[in-house]
């Protein structure tokens, strides 16, 4: 709606524009996409940033809270349609055998909502999207007709299978495995310790993927460690978490956690309430400021170092008989400089692993599994046997350290670090693990200098940045004669850069590739 006041404040005229169609402008830009040339995959990456680049600037994931509030969504939300779709949502637990999030209710009762209103004599999903989810998604579809016969029951209004459909994507998402990041949680003694450091955090980064647990001084461990787990599942998106905490058994109630859900969970021991009751001891007890500082800075140290004096091991797997999981210890044992014990476990049946791995956890500290398949224990990280071997034995640590296999013949750690403090957009750590495989390709093609791998190496991966924000750069005045005269040129750097788009969900343009092809060709 367009408000309209004069200068003293009293509104003179309100427009509403119903044209404006989401569904219709997403099928615009698929079906121009599609003229062009561009694949399915991509354009569905285009047009999912786009989305979510509409849900962050208007804040929409925040406007959620973890919980359903119904009395805040009934003052812009039909309460017969709140109603009827809390009904389908514990429909869809039962049925479905999953938790519905509560940005999809939220999104449901909008979406139902805008329905009251809405003109719906025009078809905003194609035969053959209705199709797949038919076919594809039979019970998702199933609780979009109850919902849609209970629309019809309340409001006497009839929605046609486009729009049961649209309501079955709403669940569908819901389930799709989507890419997630790693999240943080804060868990500190204290009553608002945690949840202050969340929004400060969130605050500043506005990445609003940071979360807290106040652990009060009078709330027993058991309780704790239930409210703890709810949030640890509630949370984690598939990727794992990271745990800032200060002291107590909180890493010994999370290692019960990850076992029992199976999520990654990695700890940071940040014993800063421990150091401020050991500081005010101090301070009552002392008059010299310096003994005060000097003694705490030292035995701080010392506490750090001591936390967990376990010896770090890493076990070696394979399913059946000794020999792959004694083999990966040898070569470990052979090339590795970082110290670790090796100990090689040939187990199939699950239940004695546990007991197996339970048995070391008590004597060492299980930096990682290496092996031929992922036991999924505790939280331990992963390193597959592939990966492994299908690298030189240099590089041994590297992997073991999960650190990415970069360029073997440059050091770009200067170049990292420089990048880490200009850009907003794009995941250096991201970048590392992809970016210097393509340099070494097109070295090896073009016959690059060091000070040309380092420029190309930083061309690329601020025009990714550039990408990402929506900064368009000004274009290679030549780039039309460029890509007439280097026509080879431009189909071996489209094919060696196609990793790249697609890993950063970006497309780079012919005026690009042209400034690309002079760098290459030193022209």
């Not at 449901?108 to 199709?131: A, E, F, G, P, Y």
Request: proline fraction near 3%; charged fraction near 25%.
């Amino acid at each position: 709606m367009l408000f309209i006041y004069d200068c003293n404040e009293q509104y003179q005229s309100i427009t509403y524009d119903d044209s404006h169609d989401l569904y219709a402008e997403i099928r615009s830009q698929y079906t121009e996409l599609s003229k062009r040339g561009i694949n399915t995959e991509t354009i569905h990456n285009i047009i999912n940033s786009h989305v979510n680049t509409l849900f962050k600037r208007y804040n929409y994931y925040r406007s959620f809270n973890d919980e359903y509030d119904t009395e805040q969504l009934s003052k812009i939300v039909d309460p017969k349609i709140i109603h009827m779709v809390t009904k389908i949502m514990d429909a869809c637990k039962n049925e479905l055998q999953r938790e519905i999030q509560p940005q999809v209710f939220y999104g449901l009762c909008l979406h139902m909502n805008s329905l009251l209103t809405l003109k719906l004599n025009q078809s905003r999903v194609d035969d053959d999207q209705i199709v797949h989810i038919v076919q594809e998604y039979p019970k998702e579809y199933g609780i979009s007709i109850q919902l849609g016969q209970m629309f019809k029951d309340v409001f006497d209004i009839e929605l046609p299978i486009e729009e049961i459909v649209i309501i079955a994507m709403f669940l569908i998402k819901d389930e799709e495995d989507t890419e997630g990041h790693p999240v943080l949680l804060y868990i500190f003694h204290g009553k608002g310790v945690a949840t202050s450091l969340c929004d400060v955090t969130n605050t500043l980064t506005h990445t609003n993927n940071v979360y807290a647990y106040d652990l009060c001084l009078e709330k027993d461990s058991t309780t704790a460690l239930q409210e703890i787990k709810t949030l640890v599942q509630r949370i984690d998106n598939g990727q794992g978490i990271i745990v800032i905490y200060d002291m107590g058994s909180i890493k010994t109630m999370l290692d019960t956690i990850s076992e029992e859900t199976d999520i990654k969970i990695r700890y940071i021991y940040f014993p800063i309430t421990l150091l401020g009751l050991d500081v005010a001891r101090k301070c009552s007890q002392e008059i010299d400021l310096e003994y005060v500082y000097h003694t705490t800075m030292r035995e701080m140290k010392t506490m750090l170092q001591m936390n967990d004096s376990r010896k770090e091991i890493i076990i070696t797997l394979c399913h059946t008989g000794e020999g792959g999981a004694f083999q990966l210890k040898q070569y470990i044992d052979q090339y590795s400089n970082l110290g670790f014990k090796t100990i090689p476990l040939a187990i199939s049946k699950r239940d004695e692993l546990i007991s197996q791995v339970m048995a070391l956890k008590k004597i060492y500290r299980i930096h990682c599994f290496v092996g031929t398949y992922d036991p999924k224990l505790m939280g331990i990280p992963f390193v597959s046997m592939t990966k492994v071997f299908e690298n030189k034995p240099e590089a041994i640590d590297k992997i073991l350290m999960f650190e990415p296999i970069q360029s073997k013949q440059l050091d770009y750690s200067a170049v990292y670090s420089f990048l880490e403090e200009q850009f907003k957009c794009i995941s250096v750590s991201k970048l590392k693990s992809i970016l210097p495989s393509i340099i070494d390709e097109l070295e090896i093609i073009y016959s690059l200098s060091a000070d040309q791998k380092v420029g190309l190496f930083v061309h690329i991966a601020c025009l990714l940045e550039n990408c990402k924000q929506g900064v368009c750069k000004q274009a290679c005045k030549d780039a039309d004669t460029i890509l007439e005269d280097y026509p080879e040129d431009f189909k071996v750097v489209s094919k060696v850069l196609k990793p790249l788009e697609k890993a950063f969900k970006v497309i780079i343009d012919d005026n690009q590739m042209a400034t690309i092809i002079m760098i290459l060709n030193k022209l």
